[in-house]
């Protein structure tokens, strides 16, 4: 019998990444994917978050944006920089909103 291979997006979830070992798990999961042919490793091209500091313009990029080849969601991961969290979002429609943009 022959199994074809699909993706589980529809299960998966947004996600706040506080833990050290919340991060390793979705950057396994992740890398896991991509050498499955899953998801593909897609250029991050624009900012989450775009504001003005006191002297110049500020644009935060998450670390990696990964396409489901299967059914063309759209993830992105920021890592976090402890204390800092990072985040896992995702655009079922495939198409990137910036939080300036809204969602």
Do not use: H
């Not at 969601?73 to 909103?97: S, T």
């Amino acid at each position: 019998m022959v199994q074809v291979k699909k993706c589980d997006c529809n299960e998966r979830i947004e996600i706040d990444v506080s833990t050290e070992k919340t991060f390793q798990e979705l950057k396994n999961f992740f890398s896991q994917q991509v050498e499955n042919g899953i998801f593909k490793d897609i250029p991050v091209t624009e900012p989450f978050y775009v504001g003005e500091g006191k002297l110049e313009s500020i644009s935060w990029y998450a670390n990696k944006w990964y396409k489901c080849n299967y059914c063309g969601c759209l993830w992105e991961f920021d890592y976090p920089d402890f204390p800092a969290k990072g985040f896992v979002r995702k655009f079922e429609d495939g198409i990137y909103k910036s939080e300036s943009q809204g969602e």
